[in-house]
């Protein structure tokens, strides 16, 4: 069992830059891959990006490559989600996940979600 907490969200200008964290407790925490998803209101969700459990390995979506970047830290049980040049259609309830099974790109391929953080972006 994995808990996931998100934090890190707000109110931020274009342009301008936020930091997601996502904490996650128990001790298996570096087996599992972890993603970074999205969702506005009125659209689905969807993925934004991921990283394996050694952080060798990333994905993005290409609406945001380039402007953000995944990064974990295994020994404080964290993943991030830097996030910069945002733009007013980043705004959306971001989630942080885990998948057990491998480095998922779609939502049903995680196990374990957080509550998500609100990230609004102003034009």
């Known amino acids: 069992q994995v808990q996931l907490v998100e934090s890190g969200g707000g109110l931020v200008q274009a342009g301008g830059s936020l930091r997601l964290s996502c904490a996650a407790s128990?001790?298996?925490?570096?087996?599992?891959?972890m993603g970074w998803f999205r969702q506005a209101p009125g659209k689905e969700r969807e993925f934004v990006a991921a990283i394996c459990w050694s952080g060798g390995n990333t994905y993005y979506a290409d609406s945001v490559k380039g402007r953000f970047t995944i990064s974990r830290d295994n020994a404080k049980n964290t993943v991030y989600l830097q996030m910069n040049s945002l733009k007013p259609e980043d705004t959306a309830v971001y989630y942080c996940?885990?998948?057990?099974?491998?480095?998922?790109?779609?939502?049903?391929?995680?196990?374990?979600w957080g509550q998500g953080t609100q990230v609004t972006v102003s034009s």
């Open positions: 128990g001790r298996t925490f570096s087996s599992y891959a």
């Open positions: 996940a885990a998948d057990s099974s491998g480095l998922g790109l779609v939502a049903y391929e995680y196990d374990y």
